[in-house]
């Protein structure tokens, strides 16, 4: 029998359904995984024992009744971002300490028809604002490869828990990169659906018009299963959108003959380390052997993305995190008036990076600075739209890197925020436009650090990303998890 | 007032507070400090926008062209008042506790 940690949620679920293992197992040596090794890589927030037993209970009582479900059993950590009914939810933000919400999310909702065992809470950056989850006000949480790295952010805890092995699967969410860029420093996959694909409601919002939830996995089969779980029409988001989700199994295993991959000049140019040009050139020769053609495509503004990007950006979360005042949820800090105990309380509640955006944010919103920022970036963002609707024209898929770097050293960046900002550079384009792409584990840098490869599709063409992807990871079969958590 | 290269400064200190103050967001000294700097940066940066003529182009406010969403008007159970109500950090009954908005005239 091949380890349980290498295993697929489909081989995981056949042995529970032939009771070779039962629930509560498997539960079991999760927990015991990130007792073993979570003390050092940190990427659980809090472990629930309990509750995830009581889950595991329930569900091996569903098995042996005969019930079905696509996780019926199966246990995963999740991003503490996701309202979960009953349990401690405080997107890494001192300002939700305690917080525990009423209701769940939908995603949480469809995780638990589907039978799930809930593990415990990623780590992320606060309020999902970061690039390496050094933002995190709880903890920093350390890349499974490399200790003294970074593990990308925002949803870095759920990366590098399902690279240790320390979860089958996870979701994450997507705002400018924080489902792919860690996906890709962690050698595992991750998609970000287009937008409106996966309900919203629930998910604690950051900029809403370019947040999306999706799942992070260690295989496309995995990636495809899980993404089929939570997509979907929900009335509760008035952003999903009211389209059928197509048989996206269905998809792997298909030939790419014919199929046309476009290869953007923009995303080419200096700053790209050398082992990631070569792994991107060779992931292509990998794919042009299996019959799909290459195109040269434009894609002209990318250059004004980074930009444009944290003008939207900062301009949505100033305004969705005004909520977080000391009334309704969280902490409170007394002042000597109603405006004194707000600004007490966010003075306490808020970490570094979020107060910069914030204060950004309101900036760019601020009578007499509107145009020049905020309206002059909706504009941009138009014609970086357009630039993909252009480049579709000439072909089906478009190939890039994730990340211009492999994982870059704890507190490399910390302190150089427009830095931080620029190394998500080839993934802020797709939320700018609501495309969805995945990333996907494509070789090894000199130190033996992940690096990872950007499919982008047109909307709602997902089950098309999972075809390549399937098929690349087939012939490349590279490593996921590495070998001192194989044990 | 110059920046760390020696360009006009794209904001001032008193800027930050006053926006910090929209924002109901109280900062430390040195806060305003390195804020200033590092938004100075940042703004100078998004110039580069400004390099576009956008003059005829429409603006994204949403990427999805999705008219309003409406559903039937059927009336439906909401969540519970006391669960909608239980993470305030003060209450009083199902209410929210807050200090006086209004000065009440003795």
């Known amino acids: ?487 | 007032m110059q920046n760390v290269d020696n360009k006009p400064m794209k904001i001032t200190k008193d800027m930050i507070e006053y926006v910090a103050h929209l924002s109901r967001l109280e900062l430390e000294p040195q806060e305003i400090d390195l804020y200033t700097e590092q938004i100075d940066r940042i703004l100078s940066y998004m110039d580069t926008l400004n390099s576009l003529d956008t003059t005829h182009i429409e603006p994204t406010s949403h990427v999805v062209p999705l008219g309003t969403a409406f559903r039937d008007d059927i009336v439906q159970d909401s969540l519970p008042v006391g669960d909608a109500t239980q993470n305030a950090p003060r209450r009083k009954g199902t209410f929210f506790e807050v200090p006086p908005i209004i000065e009440m005239e003795e």
């Open chain 1, 1 to 487: 029998m091949d380890s349980i940690v290498s295993m697929t949620i489909r081989d995981l679920k056949s042995l529970l359904k032939k009771r070779q293992i039962s629930s509560v197992e498997l539960t079991r040596l999760y927990l015991d995984r990130i007792r073993r090794y979570d003390g050092v890589i940190q990427s659980y927030l809090s472990v629930t024992e309990e509750y995830a037993l009581k889950m595991a209970e329930e569900a091996d009582k569903r098995i042996q009744r005969g019930d079905d479900g696509y996780l019926l059993g199966v246990p995963m950590g999740i991003k503490d971002i996701f309202c979960t009914q009953g349990i401690e939810t405080t997107c890494a933000s001192q300002i939700l300490k305690g917080f525990i919400p009423p209701y769940d999310a939908t995603v949480i909702r469809r995780l638990k028809e589907n039978g799930y065992v809930h593990l415990g809470r990623l780590n992320m950056d606060e309020f999902a604002m970061g690039s390496s989850t050094e933002n995190s006000s709880f903890q920093v949480t350390r890349n499974p490869w490399d200790l003294t790295r970074i593990p990308g952010g925002s949803s870095g805890g759920s990366a590098a828990a399902v690279a240790a092995g320390l979860s089958v699967a996870s979701l994450g969410t997507d705002t400018g990169g924080s489902i792919r860029q860690p996906a890709a420093l962690c050698g595992v996959v991750g998609l970000k659906p287009t937008y409106g694909r996966v309900s919203r409601y629930g998910l604690i919002a950051f900029a809403s018009s370019l947040d999306q939830i999706g799942p992070i996995t260690r295989n496309v089969e995995d990636c495809a299963d899980l993404l089929a779980i939570i997509a979907g029409h929900d009335p509760m988001d008035s952003t999903s959108i009211p389209a059928p989700v197509p048989d996206y199994r269905s998809y792997l295993g298909q030939d790419i003959k014919g199929l046309k991959i476009g290869i953007p000049k923009e995303y080419f140019l200096e700053g790209m380390e050398e082992d990631v040009q070569e792994a991107i050139k060779n992931s292509i020769q990998v794919l042009a052997k299996n019959g799909a053609s290459f195109v040269d495509i434009s894609l002209p503004h990318t250059e004004y993305a980074v930009a444009t990007y944290y003008i939207i950006c900062t301009a949505e979360a100033s305004s969705n995190l005004a909520r977080y005042d000391g009334v309704k949820y969280g902490l409170r800090v007394e002042g000597k008036d109603i405006i004194d105990m707000y600004k007490k309380t966010r003075l306490s509640g808020f970490g570094k990076e979020v107060k910069r955006r914030i204060i950004l944010g309101t900036y760019v919103l601020s009578s007499g600075y509107y145009d020049a920022y905020y309206r002059k970036a909706s504009k941009v963002r138009t014609l970086i739209r357009r630039d993909f609707e252009n480049a579709f024209s000439e072909c089906d898929v478009i190939l890039t890197p994730v990340s211009p770097t492999t994982a870059f050293k704890a507190g490399e960046r910390l302190e150089d925020p427009l830095t931080m900002y620029l190394s998500d550079i080839f993934t802020i384009p797709v939320n700018l436009a609501g495309l969805p792409a995945l990333s996907l584990p494509c070789g090894f840098d000199r130190n033996n650090l992940p690096i990872g490869l950007q499919l982008i599709g047109q909307p709602l063409d997902e089950a098309r990303l999972l075809q390549v992807a399937y098929l690349f990871e087939k012939v490349q079969n590279i490593q996921t998890i590495p070998d001192r958590y194989m044990e």
